[in-house]
């Protein structure tokens, strides 16, 4: 079956502009999860759904950052007002239920903010 | 908190040789435990895990961890390397009471010489 998937797989974009990040989870998978990748920062925790509600949003930076789960599938990151130090890998995660399951990751969204 | 370290940044091996990687945790409670891999423009691949049990476990690709408690430590051995193990490999963290999210170590990058 198909694995995570996420879309784009690269985005330019300019500072102070909105941007949407889209994760595709595997089907039936009622975990995602959201983790940013930068080169000063290493792999960080952001957001965690559990079906469409999020009782982790501890890792999220700043209120620029939000992030919606509908139907509890398909998850959209949104980061308003781009900085440049928002630039960096976006990665996207489900697994299949409560408890420390494994979490299979997507090939992820590298954003660049100019 | 939970917190990850992985003390090496850089490996080289040559190939053929065997191969060990550190892992060091802080974590109250048991811990899980997870190696991925990231190949070069690539999502996070699992390559093994240990949530209880046998300390000693193997995983794909013929990598194998041993879990010791005594040292905090996780540390990813395979006895004989590849030209395509070269890559970056994160150890990271997981437990429910944490929301389930996953905190990673710094990770190291395996380079191989033929």
């Known amino acids: 079956g198909a694995g995570v998937s996420q879309s784009p797989s690269n985005k330019v974009t300019e500072k102070g502009k909105d941007v949407e990040l889209r994760c595709d989870p595997i089907s039936g998978h009622t975990a995602l999860y959201w983790y940013r990748q930068s080169l000063g920062q290493g792999l960080e925790f952001l957001i965690y759904?559990?079906?469409?509600?999020?009782?982790?949003k501890s890792g999220l930076p700043s209120d620029r950052f939000s992030a919606e789960r509908t139907g509890g599938s398909v998850s959209t990151l949104t980061i308003q007002r781009t900085q440049q130090e928002d630039s960096a890998v976006y990665l996207c995660a489900s697994s299949s239920g409560q408890g420390v399951n494994i979490q299979y990751f997507g090939a992820g969204t590298r954003l660049s903010v100019l | 908190a939970q917190s990850v370290t992985q003390p090496d940044i850089h490996i080289t091996v040559s190939e053929g040789a065997s191969l060990e990687l550190r892992c060091n945790y802080s974590?109250?409670?048991?811990?899980?435990l997870f190696w991925y891999v990231q190949s070069p423009g690539q999502g996070l691949q699992l390559l093994l895990k240990?949530?209880?049990?046998?300390?000693l476990v193997q995983g794909i690709k013929g990598f194998e961890a041993e879990f010791k408690r005594s040292q905090s430590s996780f540390n990813l051995r395979k006895p004989s390397v590849h030209w395509s193990d070269a890559a970056e490999y994160f150890c990271a963290v997981g437990a429910p009471a944490a929301g389930n999210k996953l905190t990673f170590g710094g990770g190291t990058r395996v380079l191989v010489k033929p």
């Open positions: 240990y949530f209880s049990g046998d300390t």
């Open positions: 759904f559990q079906g469409n509600s999020a009782p982790d």
């Open positions: 974590y109250g409670a048991t811990p899980y």
